[in-house]
C-alpha cells in the first residue's frame, strides 16, 4: 500500500472516444527521446524509406538503431545549435510498405535472437536501462525487466482504453522479453486486465496516487537497484510493438494517443505514430490562444511547441495555456478558490472535487529551500529527496550515491517539483546530477 | 499590457534605474502575482509559495503580538497601581510596541533589500517573520539603538552571510536576542527590565516567575506568594517579554501553523515531551517543587516551542531529525531553569545550541537510513 503521493485535479481528461485516425504528410524520427543515444545519420536527403528502414545508429553501439515508422522519402535532416541532430523529416507516401522481419513465435526464440530482432528493427530504443535512464545496452543482462501496467500521471491515457484488443501482441511481447531476463509487471489491482500474463511476475500495487503508476516507485518497493546493478522497464506500448514485431513481422507503432488538458477545446483519442506533427490536432486547440503543447503529462512530459512532434514513448498530449497574467496581492488573497494547491495554505482542501483549469505560471519566484516535509509527502520512496536534490546541486558523488541517485529518474520527483514552494526546478536538477554521475563513472 | 511600458524602461536590467532592479522586483511582485512562467520540469506547478508560507506565520504571530500590546499597558498599570480600562492598557503597550516593530523592520528589511541589491538576486521574504518575532521577545524599555545593533548583527551574520534565507544554521531573531543578551546583559536580565517604565521614574520590580525557579524546593512557594498561578501564566498576564506570557494567544498561532502545514507539531510535541520529562524528573529527585506541567506556561518555552524551534529552515530537516531535535530543546530549556541562576530563561540557549547540533542530527538520520537500505535484500 502506497499511501504518500497526490493526484494533481487538473482539467481536461480525454474523452473515451476515438476521435480520428491521424495520416501525417510529415513523421518526425527524434534522436532527442532516447537518452545516452548519440545519433549517426544512415541516410540523406531525397532517400526512399520504407516502415523499418534504419534512419540513425548510435554511436557508441551501431547494434542500435532507430527506424521510420512511415514509408515515404527523407524530406530534411534539421539540426539545432552546433549543427545537433534533432530530427529526421520522413514524408510519407500513404504506401504503407514495410520492412518484413519475418513472423515468429516468441516463446521458441533464445534470448539473443530476441535482442537481434530488438536491434534489427529499431524497437530496442523502447528499452530504459536503469540507473541514469538511458538506452539499454545491448551488452549486459540486466537483473530484471520491469512493466508498469498502469499510469497515475496526471490525465494519462486510460490503459484500458488504448490498450483494448492488445492483449496478446503485450503477451507476445512479454514472452519475448522474458527469454532475455525475468519480466515484473505491477498491475493497479486484481481486477486489471494485465494480472493474468504469462511468463512474468505479477505484483498488486494498491495505490491511488501519482507516483505508484512510475516504475521507478514500483521497483524501490520490489527491489531497489544498488549500485552495479542494472535493470530494464518497458512500457505496455513498447510491449505491444514488441509483440507485434513476432506476430506480424513488422514495426506498428500506431497507438492511440490521448489528447488532453485544460486548454484543449476538444478531448479525446487519435491514432497516430510517433513523430505525428501536434499541429495536426487541429480543432482540438484554439490557434489564436498561447497554448503549450506538451508530449507526455504536464509533470514530465516535453513542451515540443507548436510545430513540435509526438514523442517515441509518448501516448499523450496535453495542451495547457501560457500563464503570464498578473493576480493582484494573490499570495496574501485568503480564497483564490480557482487555485490548486496541495498544502492547507490554500483551501482548495475544501473542495476535494474540483478540477482546476491549470495554466503554467510559476506562482512564485524562485528562492532557497525552506520547507522541509512537503517534499517527502508525494514521495513514495524509501529516499530523502531534498538532501539527493542538495547532493545533486552540489555535485557531490558520494551523496548522491548514499542517497539514492541510482533510484530515480527526474520523473519520479516530478512531484515534488509541482509543490516545493521554492519554485527549484528539481527534474532539472536531478538530470544534472545523472549527468554527471554517467561522465564521472564512465 | 501597460505594466510592460513601465518596467523594462526604468528597473530592468540596462534600463535607468536599473541598479534598483531587486527593489523594484520585490515590490512588484509583493503586489501582483510574477508572470514567470515554468520553463523546465513540471509544466504545472502549486500555487504556495514563499511568500504564502511567510504570511501565515506572520499571520499566526498576530495574535500574542496584540495580547503582547495590551499585556505592556496592563502590567505597567499594575505596577504603578493605577488600571484605566482596557483600550487605554491596549494603546500605551501599543505605543510601547510600535517603535521596536519600526526598528526591527526598517533595520532589518534595508539590510535585506541592500543585500539582494548587491548580489542581483530577488528579495527574499524570510525577514517578514523574523522582523515580527523580534519586537516579541525582547524585554519592551529594551533601548532602540541596542535593539537596531542587534538585527542589524542578526541579520549580517545570522543569515546574509551564508546565502540568505534557507541557507542560514541559527535563527535570526534568537540570535538577534543572544546578542541582546550577551552584550547588554544589564538591559536583558535582572528583574528590572520586564515591565515598562515612564521615563525618568525609579526601577519598579517586575520580576518574572521563572525568576524564582531557582530557589529549588522553596520555588512553588515564592511564585505564588508573588501572585502567580498556573492560569494566570496561561492566560499571560505575567510579565515577560511581549508576545511570549500568553499561551493562550500562542496555542491559537500554533493551531494556524499546523493545519496549514507551515510548521512541524513533531517538533512542537517533542519539546513539550522533553520538557515535561525533565521537569518530572526535577520534582522526582527534589531539585524543584514545581510541578512539571508548570514548566510549560512560564517564561519563553511557549513562544519558543511554537515558533522558534520549528523554523523549518534551523530546525532538523528529516522527520525522525525532528523528534529527537523537539525534544533535546525542551529537555535542555528545563535543565538550564533548574541550574542557571544566573539566567533561568533556558529556551534561547537550548534552541540556538539545537539549531547547532540539528545538521548532526540529520546526518545521523540519513546515515543510519542509508546503511539499513544497504541491507534490503534483492528479491529479483
Same mark, same amino acid.
Given at each position: 500500500?502506497?499511501?504518500?503521493?497526490?493526484?494533481?485535479?487538473?482539467?481536461?481528461?480525454?474523452? @473515451?472516444?476515438?476521435?480520428?485516425?491521424?495520416?501525417?504528410?510529415?513523421?518526425?524520427?527524434?534522436?532527442?527521446?532516447?537518452?545516452?543515444?548519440?545519433?549517426?545519420? /544512415? &541516410?540523406?536527403?531525397?532517400?526512399? &524509406?520504407?516502415?523499418?528502414?534504419?534512419? @540513425?545508429?548510435?554511436?557508441?553501439?551501431?547494434?542500435? @538503431?532507430l527506424t521510420s515508422p512511415v514509408s515515404g522519402t527523407v524530406k530534411e535532416i534539421v539540426r539545432g545549435e552546433k549543427r545537433k541532430l534533432l530530427a529526421v523529416l520522413v514524408k510519407a507516401d500513404g504506401a504503407g510498405e514495410v520492412v518484413d522481419f519475418g513472423v515468429k513465435d516468441p516463446g521458441a526464440l533464445t534470448g539473443e535472437e530476441v535482442k537481434k530482432a530488438l536491434l534489427t528493427s529499431g524497437l530496442w530504443p523502447f528499452i530504459i536501462q536503469r540507473p541514469y535512464g538511458v538506452v539499454a545496452n545491448p551488452a549486459l543482462t540486466p537483473k530484471a525487466v520491469f512493466v508498469s501496467a498502469f499510469s497515475t500521471a496526471p490525465l494519462a491515457a486510460d490503459t484500458g482504453y488504448v490498450f483494448n484488443g492488445e492483449l496478446d501482441a503485450i503477451q507476445a511481447g512479454v514472452t519475448a522479453v522474458s527469454k532475455i531476463a525475468k519480466v515484473h509487471v505491477c498491475v493497479n489491482g486484481e481486477g486489471s486486465a494485465f494480472a493474468g500474463l504469462k511468463a512474468a511476475a505479477i505484483h498488486t500495487v494498491v495505490a491511488k496516487k501519482h507516483p505508484a503508476g512510475n516504475v521507478g516507485v514500483q521497483i524501490s518497493h520490489i527491489s531497489p537497484i544498488k549500485k552495479g546493478e542494472t535493470v530494464w522497464t518497458l512500457s505496455l506500448l513498447a510491449l505491444a510493438a514488441i509483440g507485434k514485431l513476432f506476430t506480424q513481422g513488422k514495426v506498428v507503432l500506431g497507438r492511440k494517443v490521448a489528447v488532453t488538458g485544460p486548454a484543449a477545446l476538444k478531448t479525446g483519442y487519435v491514432d497516430a505514430l510517433?513523430?505525428?506533427?501536434?499541429? !495536426?490536432?487541429?480543432?482540438?486547440?484554439?490557434?489564436?490562444?498561447?497554448?503549450?503543447?506538451?508530449?507526455?503529462d504536464v509533470l514530465s512530459g516535453e513542451s515540443v511547441g507548436k510545430d513540435g512532434y509526438l514523442g517515441f514513448f509518448d501516448n499523450q498530449v496535453t495542451i495547457l495555456r501560457e500563464g503570464r497574467d498578473r493576480e493582484i496581492l494573490g499570495w496574501a488573497n485568503p480564497l483564490r478558490f480557482n487555485q490548486f494547491s496541495s498544502s492547507m495554505a490554500y483551501f482548495s482542501w475544501m473542495l476535494p472535487k474540483k478540477k482546476y483549469n491549470m495554466d503554467t505560471n510559476t506562482h512564485g519566484g524562485r528562492r532557497a529551500f525552506v520547507c522541509s516535509d512537503v517534499y517527502g509527502k508525494v514521495l513514495p520512496m524509501d529516499i530523502f529527496p531534498v538532501y539527493l536534490i542538495k547532493a545533486?546541486?552540489?555535485?557531490?558523488?558520494?551523496?548522491?550515491?548514499?542517497?539514492?541517485?541510482?533510484?530515480? /529518474?527526474?520523473?519520479?520527483? !516530478?512531484?515534488?517539483?509541482? &509543490?516545493?514552494?521554492?519554485?527549484?526546478?528539481?527534474?532539472?536538477?536531478?538530470?544534472?546530477?545523472?549527468?554527471?554521475?554517467?561522465?564521472?563513472? !564512465? | 499590457m501597460e505594466e510592460n511600458t513601465v518596467k523594462p524602461g526604468l528597473f530592468e536590467k540596462?534600463?535607468?534605474?536599473?541598479?534598483?532592479?531587486?527593489? *523594484?522586483?520585490?515590490?512588484?511582485?509583493?503586489?501582483?502575482?510574477?508572470?514567470? $512562467?515554468?520553463?523546465?520540469?513540471?509544466?504545472?506547478?502549486?500555487s504556495i509559495d514563499i511568500k504564502r508560507v511567510m504570511i501565515i506565520v506572520v499571520l499566526a504571530l498576530v495574535p500574542a503580538a496584540l495580547f503582547g500590546m495590551w499585556n505592556v499597558g496592563y502590567q505597567h498599570n499594575l505596577a504603578v497601581g493605577d488600571l484605566p480600562g482596557f483600550w487605554s492598557q491596549f494603546w500605551w503597550g501599543l505605543w510601547k510596541v510600535i517603535p521596536l516593530y519600526l526598528v526591527s523592520y526598517i533595520v532589518g528589511l534595508g539590510i535585506e533589500f541592500a543585500g539582494a541589491q548587491i548580489k542581483g538576486?530577488?528579495? =527574499?521574504?524570510?525577514?517578514?517573520?523574523?522582523?515580527?518575532?523580534?519586537?516579541?521577545?525582547?524585554?519592551?524599555?529594551?533601548?532602540? *539603538?541596542?535593539? %537596531?545593533?542587534?538585527?542589524?548583527?542578526?541579520v549580517i551574520f545570522g543569515k546574509e552571510v551564508f546565502g540568505g534565507t534557507g541557507m542560514n544554521f541559527l535563527n535570526p531573531a534568537l540570535l538577534c536576542r543572544?546578542?541582546?543578551?550577551?552584550?547588554?546583559?544589564?538591559?536583558?536580565?535582572?528583574?528590572?527590565? *520586564?515591565?515598562?517604565?515612564?521615563?525618568?521614574?525609579?526601577?519598579?520590580?517586575?520580576?518574572?516567575?521563572?525568576?524564582?525557579?531557582?530557589?529549588?524546593q522553596g520555588a512553588m512557594d515564592a511564585i505564588s506568594n508573588a501572585?502567580?498561578?498556573? #492560569? =494566570?501564566?496561561?492566560?499571560?498576564?505575567?510579565?515577560?517579554?511581549?508576545?511570549?506570557?500568553?499561551?493562550? %494567544?500562542?496555542?491559537?498561532?500554533?493551531?494556524?501553523?499546523? #493545519?496549514?502545514? $507551515?510548521?512541524? #507539531?513533531?517538533?512542537?510535541?517533542?519539546?513539550?515531551?522533553?520538557?515535561?520529562?525533565?521537569? *518530572?524528573?526535577?520534582?522526582?529527585?527534589?531539585?524543584?517543587?514545581?510541578?512539571?506541567?508548570?514548566q510549560l506556561v512560564m517564561g519563553g518555552f511557549a513562544f519558543g516551542t511554537v515558533f522558534m524551534a520549528t523554523d523549518p529552515v534551523t530546525s532538523a530537516q528529516t522527520e525522525r531529525g525532528k523528534w529527537i531535535y523537539g525534544f533535546l530543546i525542551g529537555a535542555l530549556c528545563v535543565t538550564v531553569r533548574f541550574f542557571n541562576p544566573?539566567?533561568?530563561?533556558?529556551?534561547?540557549? %537550548?534552541?540556538?545550541?539545537m539549531n547547532t547540533f540539528a545538521p548532526l542530527i540529520d546526518h545521523c538520520v540519513t546515515s543510519s537510513a542509508t546503511k539499513r537500505r544497504a541491507r534490503k535484500v534483492s528479491i529479483a
Open positions: 500500500m502506497l499511501r504518500k503521493g497526490l493526484n494533481i485535479p487538473i482539467n481536461g481528461e480525454a474523452a @473515451l472516444e476515438t476521435m480520428r485516425t491521424i495520416a501525417p504528410d510529415i513523421v518526425a524520427v527524434k534522436p532527442t527521446d532516447f537518452k545516452g543515444f548519440s545519433p549517426r545519420l /544512415l &541516410v540523406a536527403e531525397g532517400d526512399k &524509406v520504407l516502415a523499418g528502414s534504419p534512419v @540513425l545508429a548510435d554511436k557508441q553501439n551501431p547494434a542500435i @538503431l510517433p513523430g505525428t506533427p501536434v499541429s !495536426a490536432l487541429e480543432g482540438c486547440f484554439d490557434p489564436e490562444v498561447e497554448n503549450r503543447f506538451v508530449s507526455g545533486c546541486l552540489a555535485g557531490d558523488i558520494d551523496k548522491m550515491e548514499q542517497f539514492g541517485i541510482y533510484e530515480v /529518474l527526474p520523473e519520479d520527483l !516530478a512531484l515534488c517539483e509541482f &509543490v516545493d514552494p521554492s519554485k527549484n526546478d528539481i527534474q532539472a536538477i536531478i538530470s544534472e546530477g545523472i549527468g554527471l554521475m554517467i561522465k564521472e563513472m !564512465a | 540596462g534600463g535607468k534605474l536599473g541598479w534598483l532592479h531587486s527593489t *523594484w522586483d520585490a515590490f512588484d511582485t509583493f503586489l501582483r502575482v510574477p508572470a514567470t $512562467v515554468t520553463s523546465k520540469g513540471s509544466h504545472v506547478r502549486d538576486e530577488e528579495v =527574499n521574504e524570510g525577514y517578514l517573520v523574523t522582523g515580527m518575532l523580534i519586537p516579541l521577545i525582547v524585554p519592551v524599555d529594551v533601548p532602540l *539603538w541596542m535593539l %537596531a545593533v542587534a538585527v542589524a548583527f542578526a543572544a546578542f541582546l543578551f550577551f552584550s547588554y546583559p544589564s538591559a536583558m536580565s535582572g528583574s528590572q527590565v *520586564w515591565i515598562a517604565r515612564r521615563c525618568g521614574a525609579d526601577a519598579i520590580t517586575g520580576a518574572t516567575p521563572l525568576s524564582y525557579l531557582t530557589e529549588g501572585g502567580f498561578s498556573f #492560569w =494566570n501564566m496561561f492566560a499571560g498576564t505575567v510579565p515577560g517579554s511581549v508576545g511570549e506570557t500568553s499561551v493562550i %494567544a500562542i496555542l491559537i498561532g500554533a493551531f494556524i501553523i499546523i #493545519w496549514t502545514g $507551515v510548521a512541524s #507539531w513533531k517538533i512542537m510535541v517533542s519539546s513539550v515531551a522533553g520538557a515535561l520529562l525533565v521537569g *518530572w524528573l526535577g520534582t522526582a529527585f527534589g531539585v524543584t517543587d514545581v510541578p512539571a506541567y508548570y544566573g539566567y533561568a530563561e533556558g529556551m534561547m540557549l %537550548a534552541i540556538l545550541l
